[in-house]
C-alpha cells in the first residue's frame, strides 16, 4: 500500500511542476508590449518568407 502513496506523491509533484512551468511561461509572454509582439511577427514572417523557395 506504501507504494501508491509514493506514485501518488510523485504524481502530484509532476502536475505542480508543470503548473509552475506553465504559469512561468504566461508571465513572460504577457510581459511583451503590443509594439515588441507585431515586431517580432513581421521579423518571423520576413524569415518565413526568405527561407521559402520559389
Not at 9 to 31: F, Q, Y
Request: hydrophobic letters at 45%; glycine letters at 10%.
Amino acid at each position: 500500500m506504501r507504494w501508491w502513496k509514493v506514485i501518488g506523491l510523485a504524481g502530484l509533484a509532476g502536475v505542480a511542476a508543470t503548473g509552475v512551468v506553465t504559469a512561468r511561461a504566461e508571465r513572460r509572454r504577457r510581459a511583451y508590449t503590443p509594439d515588441e509582439i507585431r515586431a517580432r511577427l513581421h521579423e518571423r514572417a520576413t524569415q518565413a518568407g526568405a527561407e521559402r523557395p520559389r
